[in-house]
């Protein structure tokens, strides 16, 4: 059994440790520099707080708000930034527009796709040289083919934005960020202006057709989306596969229980994981429009806050003995997922992809395991995601 994770292998951010201040009302904390700018932002860590914060309206998801605290230096000018940093009500408006998407019953319709998907990626993973990568050859292959299938990108450009998003969320040079968030806008330009010439049976041909050609959705904002999904879908549901698998690979005992009947527990190992790893560490953040008290303290207007789902999740009043990946407790009230008005709109899509992958792996390949120490793995530290550089196996 793995310790509390991030204290092991990931160093924490921001300071001060998230250990010390995780029980305790929301701290004042400076936050690591973006674009040279420095920022303070009340780090918000009780469940109970992180859940109301992130329920509150009054607390705003708008980037484009004078001191907003951004976690990625894109510049004002240059933004079709997604819904994701927008609010009520143009935030709902767009977000309405592709939710039809992701509903639980179109999920369980794209589920024989998804499942030859990762069955396919496994045989590949299989087939390759020993000791792969289990990061780069398969978790970041599956959840970027099925992001590509989503919006109807043909396979062959996978590598292409697995490459530019790579640069955006785990370099770290905001020249380069820059360039990639330029190369992946220009990219999707191309695949939009594609589908509204041949319209096919995904979701770019359907927001073209049913609200770009409609005049409801501009092309700023089309582009926002299209980037919002890709990344917002692609990254955090490698990241995760990646941490599951390591989880299901320092642990026999858990693994053999896991993968017993068929899969079984998958489901509830992958919720559970998802709570223990929780990988989305510092990009929750929002900016107080007026005072909002949050238990105790009162955030000012214009203050910033960093909702700490890490933190939350391992609030130990709601998941006593935190640091213990235990597939039996009740994991279902963890807030990897977000909560209130900016609920993951991927979660059933984001999870049903995370089991396939996993259940192809293991049963694919029984005899997988790591091929280094745990110590020697590497975890790349991001504003965005804290993901594992390289996962060596070999079976
Ligand atoms: C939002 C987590 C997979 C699409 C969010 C948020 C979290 C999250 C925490 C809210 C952030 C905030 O409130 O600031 C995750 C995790 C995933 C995952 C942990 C995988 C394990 C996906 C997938 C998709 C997706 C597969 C789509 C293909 C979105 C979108 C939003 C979002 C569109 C913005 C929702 C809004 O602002 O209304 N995700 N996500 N996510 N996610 Fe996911």
Redesign the pocket.
């Known amino acids: 059994m793995l310790d509390w994770p991030l204290a092991r292998v990931c160093p924490l951010s921001p300071p001060p440790a998230l250990g010390v201040v995780r029980d305790g009302p929301p701290t004042l904390v400076r936050l690591p520099a973006v674009a040279g700018e420095e920022q303070l932002a009340w780090l918000i860590t009780r469940h109970e707080d992180v859940k109301a914060a992130?329920k509150d309206p009054r607390l705003s998801?708008d980037e484009t708000r004078p001191g907003f605290p951004l976690r990625i230096p894109v510049p004002t000018d240059d933004r079709p930034s997604g819904?994701?940093r927008m609010d009520d009500p143009e935030?709902g408006r767009l977000?309405r527009m592709v939710a039809p998407e992701f509903t639980a019953r179109r999920v369980r319709m794209l589920r024989p796709g998804l499942q030859e998907l990762t069955d396919r990626a496994a045989d590949a993973l299989a087939a390759g040289p020993q000791p792969a990568d289990l990061v780069r050859d398969f978790a970041a292959h599956v959840s970027a083919l099925v992001?590509a299938r989503?919006l109807g990108i043909p396979d062959e450009h996978t590598a292409f934005f697995l490459e530019q998003t790579r640069i955006l969320l785990t370099d770290g040079d905001p020249a380069l960020s820059l360039a990639a968030h330029h190369r992946i806008i220009a990219f999707l330009d191309e695949t939009a202006r594609a589908k509204e010439k041949q319209p096919g049976d995904d979701l770019v041909s359907r927001l073209v057709t049913n609200h770009v050609a409609t005049g409801e959705l501009d092309r700023a904002d089309l582009l926002g989306i299209l980037k919002?999904?890709l990344i917002?879908?692609h990254e955090?549901?490698a990241t995760?596969i990646a941490f599951s698998a390591l989880s299901l690979l320092t642990d026999d005992g858990l693994r053999a229980e896991v993968l017993a009947d068929g899969g079984a527990l998958l489901p509830q190992f992958v919720e559970e994981s998802?709570r223990f790893w929780s990988?989305?560490q510092d990009n929750?953040v929002r900016q107080a429009t007026e005072d909002v008290r949050i238990g105790e303290t009162l955030v000012g207007a214009g203050e910033s806050v960093m909702i700490s789902?890490l933190a939350a999740n391992h609030d130990a009043t709601v998941f006593p003995r935190p640091e213990r990946l235990d597939i039996h407790r009740d994991a279902s009230d963890h807030l990897?997922?977000?909560h209130g008005?900016?609920f993951?709109?991927?979660a059933s899509?984001?999870r049903l992809?995370?089991t396939l992958a996993l259940g192809s792996l293991f049963t694919t390949l029984p005899t997988l395991r790591l091929a280094c120490e745990v110590g020697q793995l590497r975890v790349r530290e991001h504003p965005v995601f804290h993901s594992l550089t390289e996962l060596p196996v070999v079976w």
Do not use: D, K, N, Y
């Open positions: 992130l998801a819904f994701l935030h977000r992001i989503l919002l999904l917002a879908g955090s549901t995760q998802m990988i989305i929750v789902l990897l997922w977000g008005a900016h993951c709109l991927g899509l984001g992809e995370v």
